[in-house]
T-cell receptor, first 113, second 117 residues
C-alpha cells in the first residue's frame, strides 16, 4: 500500500509570490490534514479536510487555504508569501475512523527568500 | 485548552543505554488519545503508538515501551538498549474527540535523541 505522497519535496519562492503544495493520501483514506513545522513554533495544525469539506482549521491567517478533491487528494495554497512562511509542510492521511493514527508524508520544504 | 509538554529538548545516550522520553499533557476532555511519533532526518513523522484515555495498560513493543499514567497526566516512552538508528526527534501528541469528527493533533515541542556509538 503506497504511503502519503507530497509534491514537490523542495520549493524556493520569493516574498509576495504564492505557492501550491500537493498531497495524495493513502488509498481509502478520506481525511487529510496539513501541518506546518518551524524551529520556532514547532508542529502546528493548519487544517483538515474530509470528503472535500474543511472540517477543522488551525489558527493561521487567511493567506493559508486548502481544498480537497473527490479522489481525496488535497492541495494547500499560501498567497503573498512572507519570510516567516519558510517551513516544512507536512500532510497527514487518516482513515474515516475518528482519532486513529495519522500517517505522514515526507513533507514539502518551502523556503521564502 | 490542550497542551503537550516535552521538557527534554535534547538527550544524548551511549548505545545500549536505556532512555526515557517524558511527555506531560493537559486536556479538559475525559476522552482523548495520545500518540508518539518519530521524526528521522528524512522528515516524515513515523507513527509509533496510539493510546486512548481509558486504557492505562502499559505497552511494550520490542525495545519500546510506554507508561501511561492518568493520575500524573503523563505518557512516557522508554527505549531499552538504544541503538544508533533510534537517533531522531520524538514527538508526543494529543488528540481530542470532536463533535464534528475532526482529527487534529496537538504536538509537543519534541525531544531530540542522539545515540552515540
Amino acid at each position: 500500500k503506497a504511503g502519503v505522497t507530497q509534491t514537490p519535496r523542495y520549493l524556493i519562492k520569493t516574498r509576495g509570490q504564492q505557492v501550491t503544495l500537493s498531497c495524495s493520501p493513502i488509498s481509502g483514506h478520506r481525511s487529510v490534514s496539513w501541518y506546518q513545522q518551524t524551529p520556532g513554533q514547532g508542529l502546528q495544525f493548519l487544517f483538515e479536510y474530509f470528503s472535500e469539506t474543511q472540517r477543522n482549521k488551525g489558527n493561521f491567517p487567511g493567506r493559508f487555504s486548502g481544498r480537497q478533491f473527490s479522489n481525496s487528494r488535497s492541495e494547500m495554497n499560501v498567497s503573498t508569501l512572507e519570510l516567516g512562511d519558510s517551513a516544512l509542510y507536512l500532510c497527514a492521511s487518516t482513515s474515516t475512523l475518528m482519532n486513529t493514527e495519522a500517517f505522514f508524508g515526507q513533507g514539502t520544504r518551502l523556503t521564502v527568500v | 485548552a490542550q497542551k503537550v509538554t516535552q521538557a527534554q529538548t535534547e538527550i544524548s545516550v551511549v548505545e545500549k543505554e536505556d532512555v526515557t522520553l517524558d511527555c506531560v499533557y493537559e486536556t479538559r476532555d475525559t476522552t482523548y488519545y495520545l500518540f508518539w511519533y518519530k521524526q528521522p532526518p528524512s522528515g516524515e513523522l513515523v507513527f509509533l503508538i496510539r493510546r486512548n484515555s481509558f486504557d492505562e495498560q502499559n505497552e511494550i513493543s520490542g525495545r519500546y515501551s510506554w507508561n501511561f499514567q492518568k493520575s500524573t497526566s503523563s505518557f512516557n516512552f522508554t527505549i531499552t538498549a538504544s541503538q544508533v538508528v533510534d537517533s531522531a526527534v520524538y514527538f508526543c501528541a494529543l488528540s481530542e474527540v470532536s463533535a464534528t469528527g475532526a482529527n487534529n493533533l496537538f504536538f509537543g515541542t519534541g525531544t531530540r535523541l542522539t545515540v552515540i556509538p
